[in-house]
């Protein structure tokens, strides 16, 4: 099965400037992540979809960043604007459900923005 | 706060040789443990899990040790292939709660 795509790969922008990721998810997968790894850290869980609803967006920095996910399926994220402290590696995950025990995540290739 | 830590950035371990990775929590709410496996340009690749219930489980050449009195978890690749070096991030959750990532430990594997 094809695995989660992601565009673009890599971004490179002014601060204030705006950007979007996209991500298309493995097929049939209800449940959409989207993470923020910096540089030296672990992913961190900015947004997770269910279908197209929102569970959990508790970590988004709501002033900048939004993140839909049209028909349950594709997602965007936006950074508007961006900020240098924004430079990162964008995950997307998709798994068949939400409970880490039972339903793995799979991963994208990432999108690394460098914010100038 | 980092609940989950993995204080070795780095390790280097010769081909053949154990490669011991370690990971500590402080929620003591978590009840599964996750290794992922990262390659440069790629997306991290699930590798191997625990639950609480369990103090070790075993894939072949990789075993995740649990000591929940400790707070520590373990990944343990027995021998350690070139092709094993990454970097490799702990994760850990709790019921229907997400994931919790370290920062991760690049593994160089070498000949």
């Known amino acids: 099965e094809a695995g989660v795509a992601q565009s673009p790969r890599y971004k490179i922008i002014e601060k204030r400037q705006s950007v979007a990721f996209w991500c298309n998810p493995i097929?049939?997968?209800?449940?959409l992540y989207w993470y923020q790894q910096i540089l030296g850290q672990g992913p961190k869980l900015l947004i997770q979809f269910q279908n197209n609803g929102v569970v959990d967006d508790s970590q988004l920095p709501k002033d900048r960043f939004s993140a839909e996910r049209l028909k349950g399926v594709d997602s965007t994220l936006k950074i508007q604007p961006a900020k240098l402290e924004d430079s990162a590696v964008y995950l997307c995950?998709?798994?068949?459900?939400?409970?880490?025990?039972?339903?793995?995540?799979?991963f994208g290739p990432g999108t690394r923005l460098t914010v100038t | 706060d980092q609940q989950v830590k993995q204080n070795s950035p780095s390790l280097s371990v010769q081909e053949g040789r154990i490669s011991i990775l370690n990971c500590d929590y402080t929620?003591?709410?978590?009840?599964?443990f996750l290794w992922y496996k990262k390659y440069p340009a790629e997306g991290p690749t699930f590798l191997i899990s625990i639950s609480s219930i369990k103090d070790k489980n075993e894939d072949g050449r990789f075993t995740v040790f649990l000591n929940k009195s400790a707070k520590h978890l373990s990944l343990h690749i027995v021998p350690s292939q070139p092709g094993d070096s990454a970097v490799y991030f702990c994760a850990a959750s709790g019921g229907y709660n997400k994931l919790i990532f370290g920062a991760g430990t690049r593994l160089a594997v070498h000949p």
């Open positions: 929620n003591s709410m978590f009840d599964y």
């Open positions: 097929s049939g997968h209800a449940t």
């Open positions: 995950a998709s798994s068949w459900g939400q409970i880490p025990l039972l339903y793995e995540q799979y």
